[in-house]
């Protein structure tokens, strides 16, 4: 009984089978408009961000991109309109030098002639700038120093002889005239409104590699005692400046010229290896000197005849003295200070009631002085401070 029931079921469902197939063809043949169209999709699989595209060309999209078009998306930061604006006015200058060097002579030289000399030319490179279209040009008093021949490049490729109008030692400038028409003239900026961290692009010629363009940002203002001039107030940026570089163009962002640049810590010199420490002199300081050589050929600055060194709090709580400030180390003979009374030893407190930082403040404010003026000292002579007037004359050795 239950095996016949069983055989029933089985017929039963597939009798229904059979049925079902049979409704489902009739369906397809006469309603196709009925059936639902399905495909199967892949879900895309996100690439790691370390994953690099495909090799070989990007499938089309039916809109292809002109070469110069950007994804809207990416922002780009560039420089080219302040390079564009200030490159034209820095130059190549080329230098020639006759060179007397004393040759190491040989046993039979040295037997019978002595020891002999021997010229040779020595050539450099360095930069400088365009600062006004009566073609005068900027750049750094060591760059052209008893050159014989200067010669300068502009960046459109014409090229002329140069001749020095003045050079000022003393802030390692130097001021050169070249005669050609339609000069580029560099935009003076403001070094006084520099901040640290502030960007700045240096062009030049380094390495005989001509309108070179680096960058950095300021790292330092108003650098001293450097032993690089006498008088220092200097940039310091981690723009890449090199041999070639000197008298080049520091500018800003907009193109405009904030300082001269001058010297770079040389990285093969240090066995410590330092580099991205370059610096630059202040346009500021500049723009003083140049007009002075455009009005007389050299600059004047005032002079006292003091030599001296810093005397810091350190020493003075030493010696048991106050406070510290600057230590006579050395007088000139005849000069405005001997004849004023002042001595090896005193301590120099103030000028003109301005109190001083150290020996390179002292002694540029005195340099910013007049010839024939009558400046105050102050000074601190053992326990007893006293004032002391002493007459400026004409710094000697300008050039």
Known sequence: MTLRKLGLGL????????????????????RPDLLVRTRTVTPPVTAPATMLPP???????????????????????SFAQAVQRAAPAVVNIYTARLVTEQVQPNSFEQLFNGPRTEQHVQRALGSGVIIDDAGHIVTNNHVIANAAIIKVRLADGRSADARVVGRDPDTDLAVLAIKLANLPVMTLGRSDR?????????????????????????????RKQLGLATFENFIQTDAAINEGNSGG?????????????????????????????????????????????????????????IQADDFTDDLAAYYRLPHGGVVITGLYPNGPAANAGLRVGDIL???????????????????????????????QRGAEVREVECKVVQRPNQV
């Open 194 to 222: 520099l901040q640290v961290g502030d960007e700045v692009l240096a062009i030049g010629n380094p390495l005989g590699l001509q309108q070179s363009v680096t960058h950095g940002i300021v790292s330092a203002t108003d």
């Open 11 to 30: 017929v039963f469902l597939a009798g229904a089978i059979i049925g079902g197939l049979a409704l489902a063809f009739l369906v397809v043949y006469f």
């Open 349 to 379: 407190l103030a000028v003109n009631g301005r109190s001083l930082r150290n020996a390179q403040d002292g002694l540029t404010q005195v340099a910013s002085e007049k010839p024939g003026v009558t400046v105050k000292l102050r000074i």
């Open 249 to 305: 163009a520091l500018i800003d962002a907009a193109g405009e010229l904030v300082g001269i640049n001058t010297a770079v810590i040389a990285k093969n010199s240090d066995p410590s290896g330092v580099e991205g420490i370059g610096f630059a002199i202040p346009v500021n300081l500049a723009r003083g000197v140049i007009r002075e050589i455009l009005e007389r050929g050299h600059v004047v600055r005032g002079w006292s005849g």
């Open 55 to 77: 090799a070989g060309p990007a499938p089309s999209t039916g809109a292809e991109a002109t070469p110069d078009a950007r994804p809207a998306e990416v922002s780009m930061r």
